[in-house]
């Protein structure tokens, strides 16, 4: 029974992970990059417009990691990541929800519907990274305020060594694990229910991970991007602009699935389980206000809210301990582990996925006839393309973009920029990156794609379901 729980969400996973993510190619491209140089990336050397710009390429590691997988395995490797993160971060919050509660029905109920809720987030991204080393987290500061046993707070550092060097949402981390210092002073004062994680230790702790953060090739330069994010989100707070308008995973939560419901379920129950305890409980209430504000803001990151929920309701239920002779033993947990790790990878292999199917997937998704048609018939560039495409399109065509999935990297005034002109707004035709091209590729849908149709100064080359290309008049003449 517990192998099968343990095992069901990859189980899925494997039938459902997907590698038509738009943005698993840009990173792709930059790790290829690194590993043809040798050499870190600090410029960008894959857009028009940024070309020679500061660039961090905070997801070194993690892109390092699926060009390997990638060169190895093909497009099979991209599910293969897939399905392993959720196998691992299955495997860890059941030992998170474990310890804090003794019921293992009621164990089992939390741990299905924590992963039940990252079901849009089952992609080859470095964010799986994240909600991993964020239940690491929460499992050892849960463990450690407790029982008062801070032994584990040494594994911290560790983690955000590797975490800085996978992906930037480690500031989220720091934010949580700051949350527990300030637990520890204020509860020192007599304000909340006490912990038993005392001060200097939690301290020590925050610090040695700050500290930890800063062995990545950029230094504290990795700040300037964790900074930029926390500002991004602050702002988009107070107002809706920039990529939270145009980025899908960057929207709120549409409520129109189960997983989306089983999020607000979670946040529901987490609230209702803390008034019922009546103590006012530091960390857990700022977990969970912090939880609310970053999931319910941004559907790419419901992990925080879902984790937090999870944590908080496995530690506040009081149910019936599980009989001695009813709950696993270390043994037969370790067998159950082996047991579900052996299911996963007997489906995987038992599916048959290979590329000639993924790649027709894509197919689907993502200009792969159109980057050939262009490859085929040199069509020079300088390219406009939009935002969802740039990260295939500078891995497939290896032409410079005008812009990509890095959001980050380009702004909310290049995003909107972008937006607005392959929606036709009526300035479309003044982008002066539209006007500096000689060629166009986009979705075949795209108001912009039915604009230039009807364009003189432009000739539909080519159309699919997919997308269309577009090439100046004066640039195919002169060819």
């Known amino acids: 029974m517990l192998a099968m729980l343990i ?65 190895r395995f093909g497009l099979v490797g991209m599910v293969g ?24 029905a009621l164990t089992g109920v939390v741990l299905i519907a924590t992963c039940l809720s990252f079901g849009h987030l089952v992609t080859p991204r470095p964010w799986m990274f994240t ?61 909340g229910d006490k912990t038993r994680l005392r001060t200097p230790w939690i301290f020590a702790a925050f610090t040695g991970s700050v500290l930890a953060t800063l062995v990545n090739p950029y230094g504290w330069g990795v700040y300037s991007v964790g900074f930029d994010y926390i500002h991004r989100l602050i702002s ?35 609230a209702a389980a803390l008034t019922s305890r009546r103590r006012f409980q530091v960390f857990e209430i700022g977990l969970l206000l912090f939880g609310m504000v970053v999931s319910f803001r941004s559907r790419r990151d419901v992990w925080v809210i879902a984790i937090a929920a999870a944590a908080i309701l496995a530690s506040s239920i009081r149910a019936r301990a599980t009989a001695p002779d009813a709950a696993p033993s270390r043994w037969s947990a370790r067998l159950a582990i082996a047991a579900a790790a052996l299911l996963v990878l007997i489906a995987f292999r038992a599916t048959h996925r290979n590329d ?16 050939d ?60 990156q539209l006007k500096a091209a000689n060629l166009v590729l986009g979705p075949a849908r795209m108001p912009l794609s039915q604009e230039l149709r009807m364009d003189p100064e432009w000739l539909l080359a080519y159309e699919d379901q997919v997308a269309v290309i577009f090439v100046r008049k004066s640039a195919n003449a002169a060819k």
Request: aromatic fraction near 12%; proline fraction near 5%; include cysteine.
């Open 373 to 432: 048609e262009i490859r085929a018939r040199g069509y020079p560039g300088p390219l406009y393309n939009d935002f969802t495409w740039g990260g295939y399109v500078m891995w497939a065509l290896r032409m410079p973009v005008n812009i990509d999935g890095r959001a980050a990297f380009y702004g909310d005034a290049a995003i909107n920029r972008s937006d607005a002109t392959w929606m036709a707004a009526p300035d479309w035709a003044s982008d002066p």
């Open 131 to 191: 909600i991993l080393f964020f239940v690491f987290e929460i499992d050892i500061l849960m463990h450690a305020r407790k029982t008062g046993r801070v032994i584990e707070l040494a594994w911290l550092p560790l983690i955000f060594a590797l975490w800085s060097n996978i992906h930037i949402e480690f500031i989220d981390g720091l934010m949580v694990l700051g949350l527990a210092l300030a637990e520890a002073i204020v509860t020192s004062r007599g304000i």
């Open 7 to 71: 095992a069901a969400p990859a189980l899925l996973c494997v039938g459902i992970a997907t590698v038509t993510d738009p943005d698993i190619w840009w990173h792709l491209r930059a790790g290829q990059w690194m590993m043809q140089h040798h050499a870190l990336l600090r410029v960008d050397p894959f857009s028009i417009g940024g070309a020679g710009k500061p660039w961090q390429a905070y997801s070194w590691l993690y892109e390092l990691l699926v060009i390997q997988l990638f060169q």
């Open 81 to 104: 990541y897939s399905t392993a993160m959720v196998f691992a971060i299955t495997l860890a919050l059941w030992h998170l929800i474990k310890r804090l509660q003794p019921n293992v």
């Open 236 to 270: 988009h707070m107070a107002a809706d602009s920039g990529g939270l308008n145009s980025i899908s995973e960057l929207q709120a939560m549409p409520f129109r699935d189960i997983i989306d419901f089983s999020v607000l379920f979670l946040a529901l129950a987490a």
């Open 356 to 371: 000639t199917v993924l790649q027709a997937q894509v197919a689907k998704a993502l200009p792969v006839a159109a980057v």
